[in-house]
């Protein structure tokens, strides 16, 4: 069986490659273990330098990243520029601060001495998404390969050509052979990768269905995972908000990465008193936004990641106006090629319509009218899901009671956008997902916590 990446700008095909076979996994599994065994034993100066070396190659290797990620999955070039350079950033960040993060921890207790260590667990298999083909793994990668544990990658297979570059800059960085390497398999055969004796631990990111099945999967195995899942983040603007403001962030965070951004504001709740003026500021902003070849710097919007994506993203607008959504922008698939959607806005959003219920992975923003504060937190906590949440407010003290205390999700952001940050941990709740990427509570997830006790 091959894998095919098809640029979804043209239709065309970039590379077909080979799956790996049952035997191959099999041999490069027991490959990285191996390699854990003398890994794990490394001094974090040693993983620290290496990890820095890492940080220099991709920041040389920033173009030829961005246009691989544009031609693979349709990514605005400039905006790959960007993600190249975010994972740079955190493999800095872990190579400066993982000697401290999992230093030993003294508890006093009757004992002579007690502390708390953390060691490492073995190889870690991460399952990742096509939207963010770097910086999903390398989020991953920094803190794993720090904290002495080992890696094998089962991409996306529209993104192999990411995946493989990935495996290509980690030993160029100098890292030992086999400490991370990528598998080139489809979906179909991750069960058994979870099932080998030589995986620890399993983490993934994407979608809620394939959280479920791998969670069910490392769970018959006792194997610890760590979810990242869908959204459906809702931006509540309430009538103290700087509007101009508000509107020019929600837009820039609905249309990162062409919409395609489990951290994307999906669900924009306005207050009555200024339902007017935000709809007409958001459409004025949204509208400007120019939709055309990712290569060219100028283009805001590309196409959507693939075909079938972007015909499921329609079928969902489609089904929330037949239930009485207006749209008020956008809304029809463009002729010509590539897997283009439109800047779309829809109004009159309820409960019981697509653009209310589900994800919509892709530039389409619902707008949801309630009467006031309180409906309006009532609203953004009605869903499935709780990765991330913001409320726009010029009254600070306000806006942090909400964040903090009436806003049900992992991320709660006041007056900006909600994004993943290398020194705050990342994760959601609820069908959103379990457990933390980032920051030291990332570092801790793949570890053992282990009691040491001398009397």
């Known amino acids: 069986m091959t894998l095919k990446s098809t640029n979804p700008f043209n239709g065309k095909t970039i590379k077909t490659y080979k799956e790996h076979t049952s035997k191959e996994i099999e041999k490069k599994i027991a490959q990285t273990h191996q390699s854990w065994l003398v890994w794990k034993d490394s001094s974090f100066k040693e993983r620290s330098s290496l990890m820095l070396k890492l940080a220099k190659v991709v920041k040389s290797k920033k173009e030829v990243l ?7 999955m349709g990514k605005p070039y400039l905006e790959g520029i960007a993600e190249a350079e975010k994972c740079a950033l955190v493999c800095e960040y872990y190579a400066k601060n993982a000697e401290d993060f999992l230093k030993d921890r003294v508890i006093k207790t009757d004992a002579s001495k007690s502390f708390v260590a953390f060691e490492p667990i073995g190889v870690v298999l991460a399952i990742m998404p096509w939207n963010f083909p770097f910086w999903q793994v390398f989020r991953f990668l920094a803190p794993n390969l720090m904290a002495g544990n080992c890696g094998v990658l089962k991409h996306a ?14 030993l160029k960085a100098g890292f030992p052979k086999y400490v991370f390497q990528t598998l080139l398999v489809s979906g179909k055969k991750v069960n058994p990768i979870i099932e080998n004796r030589f ?21 018959s195995v006792l194997k610890k995972c760590v979810l990242e899942l869908g959204g459906s983040d809702p931006y509540i603007i309430l009538k103290d908000a700087d509007l101009e403001k508000a509107a020019e962030t929600c837009v820039t965070s609905r249309m990162i990465n062409n919409g395609q951004s489990c951290i994307a504001a999906k669900r924009f709740i306005v207050v009555k008193p200024i339902e007017k003026e935000f709809i007409k500021l958001f459409k004025q902003k949204m509208a400007d936004k120019l939709m055309g070849n990712p290569m060219d710097k100028k283009t805001d919007l590309g196409p959507q990641a ?11 607008v489609k089904k929330s106006i037949a239930k009485g959504a207006k749209c008020i922008l956008g809304g029809e698939i463009p002729k010509g090629k590539g897997a283009f959607y439109p800047v779309t806005i829809l109004t009159n959003v309820k409960k019981g319509m697509p653009a209310y219920n589900e994800e919509l992975f892709g530039p389409v923003a619902a707008i949801i009218t309630v009467k006031d504060v309180n409906e309006a937190i009532k609203v953004a906590n009605d869903s499935v899901f709780g990765l991330g949440s913001a409320v726009f407010t010029r009254d600070l003290k306000k806006g942090e009671k909400i964040a903090k205390e009436q806003l049900q999700a992992g991320s709660a952001f006041v007056n900006q956008f909600v994004k993943s940050d290398p020194r705050l941990p990342f994760g959601g709740i609820n069908q959103s997902g379990f ?12 570890v053992n916590i282990k009691t040491v006790y001398l009397k």
Do not use: P, W, Y
């Open 66 to 72: 961005a246009k691989l990620m544009t031609q693979e």
């Open 157 to 170: 297979s529209n993104v192999s050509g990411c995946a493989l570059s990935i495996e290509e800059m980690v």
């Open 199 to 219: 995986i620890k631990a399993v983490t993934l990111t994407g979608s809620t269905q394939a959280g479920k099945k791998v969670a069910e999967k490392a769970g």
């Open 306 to 316: 693939r075909e079938d994506l972007r015909n499921e993203l329609h079928e969902q």
């Open 435 to 446: 457990g933390r990427e980032l920051s030291n509570f990332g570092i801790h997830e793949f």
